[in-house]
């Protein structure tokens, strides 16, 4: 059975930082593409960043020069370190990934975390 648990969430100040991880069972996040979503209340679940299988990375705009997707395979976890974080970033954050074998970058995933919350106060 797979398992992605998310962890590192929290009440944070603009300006600060946080580092969201991600942990697996049941699958080996090395060779698999990867991502972090989010999902604010009253809105769409949005990409904010994912990795290919290859470690090439892609960001939302929103994001770009302030978070980092990173993996550790050797813990089988993957972060998501968030720096300068601002109001509108609070949200849900989810973890997800899919197959061995998918594209770099697919447009759906198969496997996801139960989610963890981002508040960023003013």
């Known amino acids: 059975q797979v398992q992605l648990v998310e962890s590192g969430g929290g009440l944070v100040q603009a300006g600060g930082s946080l580092r969201l991880s991600c942990a697996a069972s049941g ?9 972090w979503y989010r999902q604010a209340p009253g809105k769409q679940r949005e ?4 990795m290919s299988a290859g470690d090439s990375t892609k ?5 770009k020069g302030r978070f980092t997707i990173s993996r550790d395979n050797a813990k ?6 968030m720096s300068s974080l601002k109001p ?6 989810y973890c997800a990934s899919t197959f061995m074998g998918s594209s770099d970058f697919p447009p759906n995933y198969d496997y996801w975390g139960q989610g963890t919350q981002v508040t960023v106060s003013l």
């Open 88 to 93: 509108v970033d609070t949200a849900v954050y």
């Open 76 to 81: 089988n976890t993957v972060y998501l370190q």
């Open 27 to 35: 699958i080996f996040f090395s060779s698999r593409p990867i991502a």
């Open 59 to 63: 960001y939302a705009d929103s994001v």
């Open 47 to 50: 990409l904010v960043a994912a």
